[in-house]
């Protein structure tokens, strides 16, 4: 956890290679006029629940994301890796996931990109359906015991589907039992 450094954007030291990462992306991103948003571990830091993550997870729009894929496959010192690409240099990743629209509500500003507000970031996690998004949407609630109600009624109000919606129930259900077990 020597990386993790609270306080800092998305909670990373200033040396260490994934925040080196999001610099050169804000810099990529600058130049091609598109509107990156760091979700995943990263935003998961920022909102308070400090956990290890390798890579950085980029939200874009179908266009961005195209135009993002155009220049790294390009750029010197990029190569295509798994969901996204490998910085050589910083031997960091990049996973970029892609949306019809960016569908957030409001952005937190973070230098030097952007993180969803919290409920849109457990919106988006809701929608992964990954056991690891359910823990970090439990982990994130549990730093907002008193607030809880008002964070799902939020959240559920950014969930299109009657299916995503009661998903957010369930995990904010286990929760709040999570926390009423607790001495």
Not at 16 to 38: F, T
Not at 82 to 87: A, S, T, V, W
Not at 103 to 108: F, M
Not at 152 to 176: E, I
Request: proline letters at 6%; aromatic letters at 4%; a positive charge.
């Amino acid at each position: 956890m020597e990386s993790i450094m609270p306080g800092k954007p998305y909670a990373l030291r200033p040396g260490d290679p994934k925040r080196k990462l999001v610099h050169e992306l804000a810099r990529i991103a600058r130049e091609l006029k598109i509107r990156p948003v760091v979700i995943g571990g990263l935003a998961v830091n920022h909102h308070g629940y400090l956990r290890v993550t390798v890579d950085v997870d980029l939200l874009l729009s179908k266009e961005d994301a195209a135009r993002l894929f155009r220049r790294l496959k390009e750029e010197l010192g990029w190569k295509r890796y798994g969901e996204g690409f490998r910085n050589l240099d910083l031997n960091a990743d990049v996973h970029i996931h892609v949306v019809d629209c960016l569908p957030l509500a409001r952005s937190i500003r973070v230098r030097p990109i952007p993180v969803p507000a919290l409920e849109d970031l457990l919106a988006l996690k809701v929608t992964s359906d990954l056991a690891k998004d359910d823990a970090d949407i439990a982990e994130l609630l549990k730093l907002r015991p008193v607030q809880i109600e008002s964070i799902h009624a939020a959240t559920r109000k950014r969930l299109r589907t009657k299916q995503a919606r009661l998903h957010l129930d369930r995990v904010v259900a286990r929760t709040k039992d999570e926390l009423a077990r607790r001495p």
